[in-house]
């Protein structure tokens, strides 16, 4: 038996069944809980992947009443997520949360942001998805191979659409792909934008050619009609609408990447804090309505609690480094 119920019994049978309970009462009640309305920080504009995932995450801790108190939502779009990064570096406590992504790494090392991850406290990675080339129904470029003939012959004859900052993992997936199939990647045009969502606009208005983002912002405009995925970064086929898409692998091009979505809180959260988003966010990710949510997306459900995504952060930023050398993008 553990000491704390060795002396629960003997305080019991000192002071009476009423101290008791009360003892036991205060002991079941959670170390710490928000006691004011949770904010989550989105540092992209509307309708992009980090949107849609802190959407989807305010909806399912309210609708499965995971957390007590009212959930907010914040875009805070700008200098490719440096905007968000600072406003969250304001706040104290546990009842701010930022959804991330590698962008904040690479801004790190990119010298965009001054404020390095580890400012920050690494609460949960939520999904992985990857990355998926795109041009509209009616562009001349069939197929990832047409794209690739055309870019060797001029590197900068197209241009293509990132969300949200050069360096950012759609630059990355695209970059990669195209070095490992032999172009010049420090010629390629490429373009930020505020989110991906505003970067598939571009290209549905037919100001950009390309665009390198996630599928879950492909999807509706695949289905639609308006715009076909040349090749996903992935290491196997996707499912459903494009079940159909190859992978660069299959091209003939050696090259995957994926792309992580997390969550962050303010530097200093306590251990109880931390334990109690472990908690939650470990049961938002077995609802559902979120798995569900995910797999439409194309987003695998991978979930990774505060300690482990500490350590995937180090072997990401790592990673990163690397790859951003090639591209002679580190400072």
């Not at 170390?31 to 509307?46: D, F, L, M, Q, Y």
């Not at 309505?289 to 500490?310: C, F, G, M, P």
């Given at each position: 038996?553990?000491?704390?119920?060795?002396?629960?019994?003997?305080?019991?049978?000192?002071?009476?069944?009423?101290?008791?309970?009360?003892?036991?009462?205060?002991?079941?009640?959670?170390?710490?809980?928000?006691?004011?309305?949770?904010?989550?920080?989105?540092?992209?504009?509307?309708?992009?992947?980090?949107?849609?995932?802190?959407?989807?995450?305010?909806?399912?801790?309210?609708?499965?009443?995971?957390?007590?108190?009212?959930?907010?939502?914040?875009?805070?779009?700008?200098?490719?997520?440096?905007?968000?990064?600072?406003?969250?570096?304001?706040?104290?406590?546990?009842?701010?949360?930022m959804i991330n992504a590698p962008t904040m790494l690479s801004n790190q090392i990119t010298g965009k942001s001054a404020l390095?991850?580890?400012?920050?406290?690494?609460?949960?990675?939520?999904?992985?998805?990857?990355?998926?080339?795109?041009?509209?129904?009616?562009?001349?470029?069939?197929?990832?191979?047409?794209?690739?003939?055309?870019?060797?012959?001029?590197?900068?004859?197209?241009?293509?659409?990132?969300?949200?900052?050069?360096?950012?993992?759609?630059?990355?997936?695209?970059?990669?792909?195209?070095?490992?199939?032999?172009?010049?990647?420090?010629?390629?045009?490429?373009?930020?934008?505020?989110?991906?969502?505003?970067?598939?606009?571009?290209?549905?208005?037919?100001?950009?050619?390309?665009?390198?983002?996630?599928?879950?912002?492909?999807?509706?405009?695949?289905?639609?009609?308006?715009?076909?995925?040349?090749?996903?970064?992935?290491?196997?086929?996707?499912?459903?609408?494009?079940?159909?898409?190859?992978?660069?692998?299959?091209?003939?091009?050696?090259?995957?990447?994926?792309?992580?979505?997390?969550?962050?809180?303010?530097?200093?959260?306590?251990?109880?804090?931390?334990?109690?988003?472990?908690?939650?966010?470990?049961?938002?990710?077995?609802?559902?309505?979120?798995?569900k949510d995910l797999e439409q997306s194309q987003i695998e459900n991978v979930y990774r609690n505060s300690s482990e995504t500490a350590k995937?952060?180090?072997?990401?930023?790592?990673?990163?480094?690397?790859?951003?050398?090639?591209?002679?993008?580190?400072?």
């Amino acid at each position: 038996m553990s000491e704390f119920f060795i002396g629960l019994i003997a305080r019991c049978i000192g002071a009476g069944i009423f101290a008791c309970i009360a003892s036991v009462t205060a002991h079941a009640q959670p170390a710490w809980k928000p006691e004011k309305s949770v904010e989550i920080i989105i540092g992209t504009s509307p309708g992009g992947p980090q949107d849609r995932m802190g959407r989807m995450m305010q909806k399912v801790l309210q609708e499965s009443r995971l957390v007590d108190v009212p959930v907010s939502v914040e875009n805070k779009p700008g200098g490719g997520g440096t905007v968000a990064l600072a406003t969250l570096a304001q706040r104290t406590g546990g009842s701010t949360l930022m959804i991330n992504a590698p962008t904040m790494l690479s801004n790190q090392i990119t010298g965009k942001s001054a404020l390095p991850y580890t400012d920050f406290t690494g609460l949960a990675i939520l999904g992985i998805e990857y990355e998926g080339v795109a041009v509209r129904a009616d562009s001349p470029l069939k197929t990832g191979k047409d794209l690739i003939e055309r870019l060797k012959k001029d590197p900068s004859a197209l241009s293509v659409s990132i969300g949200t900052s050069l360096g950012n993992s759609g630059h990355l997936a695209y970059a990669l792909a195209m070095k490992a199939a032999g172009v010049d990647i420090k010629k390629l045009k490429t373009v930020a934008f505020n989110s991906a969502g505003d970067g598939i606009t571009a290209l549905l208005g037919g100001h950009i050619d390309l665009a390198s983002t996630p599928p879950s912002g492909l999807l509706q405009h695949v289905q639609a009609g308006k715009l076909r995925v040349l090749a996903l970064t992935a290491p196997t086929r996707a499912h459903g609408e494009l079940a159909n898409v190859p992978t660069w692998k299959e091209l003939g091009v050696d090259s995957t990447h994926e792309v992580w979505r997390g969550v962050i809180g303010p530097r200093g959260m306590s251990r109880a804090q931390i334990a109690y988003w472990d908690d939650v966010l470990g049961k938002l990710v077995k609802t559902e309505t979120w798995k569900k949510d995910l797999e439409q997306s194309q987003i695998e459900n991978v979930y990774r609690n505060s300690s482990e995504t500490a350590k995937y952060l180090k072997a990401q930023y790592e990673e990163a480094r690397v790859i951003l050398t090639d591209l002679g993008m580190v400072k």
